[in-house]
Every structure is written in structure tokens, then in C-alpha cells.
């Protein structure tokens, strides 16, 4: 049986974890926190791997993360309007569709070597995701016991963590050729040989996203056919949206939220996608496909560091292990930005694991008291998420005109920065 329906138990008393007939729906929910993953984190091999295949220079290349979150801020309202009037169910596969038609763009782009058109794939994508996002962190709400919720979302952003960690081993492997080659060595190739190299580059791209588009069109088939609980969308009793908008400019709360998380997101996101160039200026000698495994094992002190603020907010409220954990990344970019090889490259792979609690915290305690207004704030959340494409290209306009990578890690400390004012500002 198709559709949504009601969730909830057909006894007495709370329904169970995941509500009986919903287990397989519960599931599919879940793989999109791991999708969404992979084509966020392919993008941190990219930004590497288009300097080789396309001949762009770091500033350039940090135009992917700013076209790909563009996408996300342009996308996330339209994405929680279709969810209110459609349900979870049509955001999903709306996501879903897009999500696979910006991945397949991917084969032609890779034919004609136009950085134009792979910005398009990667809006469409980031466009889909939106969609994706939008509605699964508040649809998870919907398959069980209401009062398990926040376990159940802690357990689907675990797969996001484990997407995270794995997406650079699989760009790293079938992404990158292993052929690298110095500016003096391409600069003497001769032309024709140059664009064979180039072409060669340009086509590692192909099997990946084309694997990512069937995983998308696999998933949508299976909600198209699965049965699943519609969920309550709270409407705010009618209010006008104009009104609602009003209503969320005036509270302080939900303001902060919103910068905190735009400059939380964007130093994740300029951390991450700089981390192989930062690898191969401080340590030349490791080889691209090493420094992505880096990557790798720092999100997987990411993913685990989810699971230990989780037990820490036991103990400490989340604001002030906010504020902790945003003042330790300060310095440990500070360390990045001024010590030498190994030592810088592992003080950044450990600010993965302070940044692990910040979204979730920064938007529970967005959202927190809004009541009716919830759907609309998390949307602004969500928008802040226009982070993430501001920050890459002014990393890489610092590392050209500093001459090297390391200053620019000091943009991020400026961005925890505000997040530890954030977090301890918080009334």
C-alpha cells in the first residue's frame, strides 16, 4: 500500500521506537541523512580535483561550494512550502528527482570540460538536497513514540556522520587518478597532451555520479510504493505567512540561531573542503589519495564525536559544551593557521570532532519555544546553510594572495569565534 498515513499506534498507550508497518519506511528515511552526505562531502574532493581536471586555481575552485549551498538557500523555503502543502512524502521524491538529474548533468559536463555546466549539476543537486533536508529532519519525528524522537533523529544523523566519513574514501578512490603532476611539468606538456590529461581527469567523475543517480531513482521508487505515516504539519492555525515572518524577525532567539549557524556552516564547510590542498601545502609529500583517507579519519572523529555530546549534555548544558567545543576550534585553527606540517594537520583534522555537536545544538536551540512558528524558523535555519558558499572562495582568495593555505584557516577561527558568542551570549 502507497501514501501517507496517520502514524501512530492502534492500541493503548505510547507507541513503540519506530511504530509497527513503518520499519522499511523508517529506513528509507534514514539513507537520505547518508545520501545527502555523499554528495555534500564529494564536494570537498572536487574542489582538489577540478584544479587538476580543469586547470582552476583555489579561488575558482571554491566556487563549487559557493554554487552548491546557493542551491541549498534558494531552495529550502520553496522545499518546506511543497511540504506543507503536498506532505513529507512529495518533498522526498521531489528531492530525490532532482538530486538524480543533477548528478546525471555530471556525464556531459565531464565530456565538454565546461566548469559552467558542472556548477549546474552541483546547484541541482544541492537543490535536491535542500528538499531532502527540509523534510527528513522533521518527518523522523513522525514514525514512533513522540517523546523517542530525538533518539530517533540522533540515530539517522549518525548515518549522516558515516556518509561524511566514507564520501571521501569513495571520491578519493574513484575520483582521483593517482597521476599527479607539478605546475612546471603541465606547464611544458604540449597542447595536445595537455588536454588528453585533462580529459583523462575530467572523466573519473562519470562512474561515481552515475552510481549516485541510480541510488537517488532506486530510492524514490521504494517511497513511491512504501506505506508511510503523513505526519503532522503544523499549519500555525492559518496565520498568515507575512505575519509568521514578522512574528520570527522579533525573537532574539531564532535571530542568533540563524547567524550562529551560518558561521558555524561556514567554517565546516571551508575546513572541509580545503583539507586535501591544506594537506598536500603543509605535508607535500603525501599523496592525494592519503590526504582524502585524512580526511576520512577526521569525520570519523566527526560521526563519533555526535556520540560523545550526546552522553555529555547528560551532564553539561548544551549551550556552554557549545561554547566549549567552539573555543577549542578557535585555537586549534589558530594552531592550523601557524604551526608546521604534521603538527597543523593534525590539529585540523581533530576540529571535526568539536564541530560535531554544533548544528544539532545551534538548531534545537534555535527552534526551541517557537511553538506553531517551528516549520518557518527551521526553514531559516536551514537557509543559513548560505554559509557554506561564502567561505571556500574567500579561503582560496586568501590562499592566493597569502601563497599559501595555512592563513587561510584563519577565516574559520573568526567563525567559531561568533559561535562561542553565540553560545555564551545565550538569554
Not at 496517520?6 to 492500541?11: N, R
Not at 566548469?115 to 538536497?129: E, H, R, S, W
Not at 567545543?325 to 601557524?338: D, P
Request: include cysteine.
Amino acid at each position: 500500500m502507497s501514501g501517507e498515513e496517520k502514524s501512530g499506534s492502534a492500541g493503548h498507550g505510547p507507541a513503540p521506537f519506530i511504530t509497527s508497518g513503518y520499519r522499511w519506511g523508517f529506513a528509507l528515511v534514514v539513507s537520505l541523512f547518508f545520501l545527502w552526505a555523499l554528495a555534500n562531502n564529494f564536494n570537498d574532493i572536487l574542489i582538489r580535483h577540478f584544479q587538476k581536471a580543469l586547470g582552476l586555481d583555489r579561488m575558482q575552485a571554491g566556487f563549487i561550494q559557493f554554487v552548491f549551498y546557493i542551491g541549498y538557500f534558494v531552495m529550502a523555503l520553496p522545499a518546506g512550502l511543497v511540504m506543507r502543502r503536498f506532505g513529507y512524502k512529495a518533498a522526498i521524491i521531489t528531492g530525490l528527482s532532482f538530486y538524480a538529474a543533477g548528478a546525471l548533468l555530471f556525464l556531459p559536463a565531464s565530456y565538454v570540460q565546461t566548469y559552467g555546466l558542472f556548477l549546474t549539476a552541483l546547484f541541482v543537486i544541492a537543490a535536491g538536497a535542500a528538499f531532502l533536508e527540509t523534510a527528513a529532519n522533521p518527518y523522523i519525528a513522525a514514525f514512533g513514540d513522540p517523546s523517542r524522537a530525538p533518539q530517533r533523529l540522533n540515530l539517522a544523523q549518525s548515518f549522516n556522520g558515516f556518509g561524511a566519513f566514507i564520501a571521501p574514501i569513495i571520491g578519493g578512490v574513484l575520483i582521483f587518478s593517482g597521476v599527479e603532476h607539478t605546475p612546471e611539468a603541465l606547464a611544458a606538456m604540449a597542447p595536445a597532451d595537455l588536454a588528453a590529461y585533462r580529459a583523462m581527469e575530467a572523466a573519473t567523475v562519470r562512474l561515481p555520479y552515475a552510481l549516485l543517480a541510480g541510488v537517488a531513482g532506486f530510492i524514490a521508487l521504494a517511497v513511491i510504493l512504501t506505506r508511510l505515516p503523513r505526519g503532522d504539519i503544523e499549519q500555525g492555525a492559518g496565520e498568515a505567512f507575512g505575519q509568521q515572518v514578522r512574528r520570527l524577525l522579533a525573537r532574539r532567539s531564532l535571530v542568533m540561531a540563524v547567524l550562529a549557524q551560518f558561521f558555524y556552516v561556514a567554517a565546516q564547510v571551508g575546513i572541509w573542503s580545503y583539507f586535501v590542498d591544506f594537506v598536500k601545502d603543509a605535508m607535500p609529500a603525501v599523496p592525494e589519495k592519503q590526504a582524502a583517507f585524512m580526511l576520512s579519519a577526521s569525520l570519523v572523529m566527526f560521526m563519533i564525536g555526535r556520540f560523545v555530546g550526546t552522553g555529555l549534555m547528560t551532564r553539561v548544558a548544551p549551550a556552554k559544551l557549545l561554547g566549549i567545543y567552539a573555543v577549542i576550534n578557535a585555537l586549534l585553527c589558530a594552531v592550523a593557521a601557524f604551526a608546521p606540517g604534521p603538527v597543523a594537520v593534525g590539529a585540523l583534522m581533530l576540529t571535526s570532532f568539536f564541530m560535531s555537536v554544533m548544528f544539532p545544538t545551534i538548531f534545537a536551540l534555535g527552534i526551541d519555544k517557537l511553538g506553531p512558528l517551528v516549520p518557518l524558523g527551521s526553514s531559516f535555519i536551514i537557509m543559513a546553510i548560505i554559509g557554506g558558499a561564502i567561505c571556500p572562495p574567500l579561503m582560496g582568495w586568501v590562499a592566493v594572495a597569502a601563497g599559501t593555505m595555512q592563513m587561510a584557516f584563519l577565516l574559520p577561527l573568526l567563525c567559531f569565534a561568533v559561535v562561542a558568542f553565540y553560545a555564551f551570549g545565550r538569554r
